[in-house]
Nanobody, 123 residues
């Protein structure tokens, strides 16, 4: 089992930056693929970015060039650096982990482990 805890959310003005962190504990060897999803009330959860154990990344089209996903396996931590934030980036952001994701990286159903989320508000 893997436990995930997000932090770093908050309120920021448009154009600003935030860095989200996700600490993992437990059987982290089963978390080859880790990622960030976001969801607003009444909307489906959507994939923002993922990174695998080899460092390969995937991004949702609207965040390319603005968001950067990274991981520190020694610290068992996943990061999401968010720059040039827009109001439409306002959502609850969730950290997720699974053994492998591949081309289905944006499908939340393939992810086994989830954090409780951290709120990002851009005004």
């Amino acid at each position: 089992h893997v436990q995930l805890v997000e932090s770093g959310g908050g309120s920021v003005q448009a154009g600003g930056s935030l860095r989200l962190s996700c600490g993992a504990s437990g059987h982290t060897y089963s978390s080859n693929c880790m990622g960030w999803f976001r969801q607003a009330p009444g909307r489906e959860r959507e994939g923002v970015a993922t990174i695998d154990s080899g460092g390969s990344t995937s991004y949702f089209e609207s965040v390319k060039g603005r968001f950067t996903v990274s991981r520190d396996d020694e610290q068992a931590t996943l990061y999401l650096q968010m720059n040039s934030l827009k109001s439409e980036d306002s959502d609850m952001y969730y950290c997720a982990a699974t053994f492998a994701c591949g081309v289905s990286w944006s499908n939340p159903q393939i992810f086994t482990y989830w954090g409780l989320g951290t709120q990002v508000t851009v005004s």
